[in-house]
């Protein structure tokens, strides 16, 4: 793997973690704040595809609103999940699901064909997804009563949703230039569906305008991450990206200044170091697997 792409595989490492530390400061409801993201994300998309200029045939156009689509799915149900369980008990199991999720679909596509690239690629996952619980971890407090069966079902459906974001576009092979326009048409088209539908609310409000700028730090992560996937696979490439969870306790501590005991910082420490040895055995899985 050429060292540019590790670099652009990385990028969402930074976007994606800073999300949650702003959506926090902003606040409002799951869909407003997944909306905010749409809005800001298709700016984004606008610009970028007038200054690109990729193709776009229905094939394309239809694909990838499906992608946006299954992404607002993703988004509204990973807010929700955060709102019944907290950071602290739903990030690990939305993370640690969505690189299970999206690992097995890039395997079935096709990577990881060497007895040493599944090795190192698989052991990295569970290096991963261990440093992500004991990066998240945080102890019991009185008067908490998170909400498990709405959480974990609400964490499950947001697994399912940005798997097939990313995967179905990886499965009929469509360039992340080509399909950033129409995915934000999807996301848009799907919050709006999950609003109406589900909580009888309208999306559009001052709090989603305001999270918009959200839109704008998620958009270059998720250029980066559908670029990278083509580039590096689909099994490589989300992985990495889930190492954000590091920039989000960072910065949940230091800009949003949410207090972490000395037990809780040993298992972080421990956690982030842990994710970036994930990460050497994922560099490894490319090197092997040819």
């Known amino acids: 793997m050429d060292i540019l792409d590790w670099l652009v595989a990385c990028i969402p490492i930074l976007s994606f973690g800073v999300l949650p530390v702003i959506a926090t400061s902003i606040g409002g409801k799951p869909v407003e704040q997944s909306m905010g993201i749409a809005i800001g994300g298709m700016v984004f998309a606008i610009i970028v595809f007038l200054l690109k200029k990729p193709e776009l045939t229905p094939h394309i156009f239809i694909i990838s609103l499906l992608s946006g689509i299954f992404w607002a799915i993703g988004s509204v149900g990973q807010f929700m999940g955060l709102n019944y369980l907290g950071v602290a008990r739903s990030i690990p199991i939305s993370d640690g699901g969505q690189i299970i999720g999206t690992s097995l679909l890039g395997i079935l596509l096709g990577e990881w064909v060497t007895f040493y690239s599944k090795i190192f690629g698989f052991s990295a996952l569970i290096l991963i997804i261990i440093g992500i619980i004991l990066t998240s971890y945080k102890d019991e ?33 469509i360039n992340g230039w080509s399909s950033i326009l129409p995915q934000s048409f999807g ?13 009888k609310m309208n999306p559009f409000s001052k709090c989603s305008f305001k999270s918009s700028i959200l839109g704008i730090i998620w958009g270059v992560g998720n250029i980066a991450l559908l670029l990278s996937q083509a580039r590096i696979g689909l099994a490589v490439a989300y992985p990495i990206s889930q190492a954000s969870v590091i920039v989000s306790v960072l910065g949940g501590v230091f800009i949003n200044k949410e207090y972490k005991n000395r037990k809780e910082w040993i298992y972080s420490a421990i956690g982030m170091l842990i994710i970036l040895l994930g990460l050497l055995f994922l560099y490894f899985s490319t090197i092997y697997d040819k």
């Open 141 to 173: 407090k009185k008067g908490e009563s998170p909400q498990w069966k709405k959480g974990l079902l609400v964490n499950f459906i947001s697994i399912i949703g940005f798997t097939l974001y990313v995967g179905i576009l990886k499965y009929y092979k």
């Open 187 to 199: 996301q848009i088209v799907g919050i709006l569906l999950i609003s109406s539908i589900f909580f």
